[in-house]
């Protein structure tokens, strides 16, 4: 029974399936091709140190992450896994670099020049990845220029360039863009010395890009977020045919039952009215956990394993459904679930999502701190 706060919502996170998920994605690649576990933002909201801790365990082999911040994160669950930081690093943030020993990702010279001054400072060398803009129009240096920077960095005597890597615009949608932007990558690696290559990690997919990887390609890493938790971004791609499982599933409660007259607008506005009397419930979550008032008059929960409709506007605290199909009665601290499955019944992610107009991954990153992760750490039998 409830009684405790996290009974009034929470986001259970079962790192078994995770774990099944990694194995699974890395059985799908051959052998060589290095496992990136993308964990930022949270680590999509599962909770970055049980989700690092857990993927470290089963030997994800290097992290990437947005910022120096997160990335002294990742560093104190555990020392020796490459991290790397996708994204800028400014002017003050250097230090952190070398202090918790992370790799910047580098576009230009201005960078170079930070970077080299801050391994200097400190007496020791630093880590970079070189990242080429081969159409996404974001970080990186432009495909055409990558070769000068390229040689800058193999001169510097304070940086130890360990990585090439490039990231896709519309992997899910557009497959010719895509091919485009990775021939591009590839045709800067092929002016770069085999020896050097071979040393170098070099990545291109997310996980929505896993496609091509054959035995000549230089591409020997893949950097995987969305997928390991268990969505398909792209259900064409060679990795849908991995059965990958849900990580996270968003619970709360019914507050509330009562029976109410045919007519009677429900919630701020009255954007609904009932067309017949009705039971509804009052749930105890709303926006202010990561609801989105989007999915108003749209979204639904499975209460006793049933799909129970979202009556009016999701308010901050509370959200009501129809529960008058329900044959068992509902009663206060009776389970609605928001994302997962209860019986026969699921509601996935990309679902919720669809309702809130919203992708997935801002769904992740929208649950709120007053939703209480609770892990589920029960082993991998295999
Ligand atoms: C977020 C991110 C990824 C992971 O993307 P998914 O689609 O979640 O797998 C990979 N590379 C970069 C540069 C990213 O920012």
Redesign the pocket.
Known sequence: MPGNPQDRVWAAIDLAALERNLGRIRSALPPHVRY?A?V?ADA?GHGLYQTVARLMQCHADAF?V?NVFEGAEVREVGAGWPILV??AVLPGEEDHLVNYDLIATVSGEEEVKRFEKAARRAGQALRVHLKIDTGMGR?GVWHSDAEALFKRLEKSKHLVLEGI?T?FSS??SDLDYTRTQRDRLLRFIKKIPVETQRDLLVHAD????LESFTKDSPLNAV??????FGLL?YPTSLLSRLAVEPVLSFSTRVGLTKELPSGTPISYGQTYRLKQRSRIAVLTAGYGDGIPTASSNKAEVLIMGKRCPVLGRITMDQTVVDVTHIEHPVSPGDIATLIGRQGREEITVTEFSEWGNCIP?ETFCSLTKRVPRVYQTSRVHT
């Not at 997310?206 to 890009?209: E, V, Y």
């Open positions: 990136v993308v930022k999509y990437a947005a996708l994204g970080l890597f990231h992997a899910d997310n996980s929505a890009g950097r995987v977020g969305l997928l390991q971004p991954w």
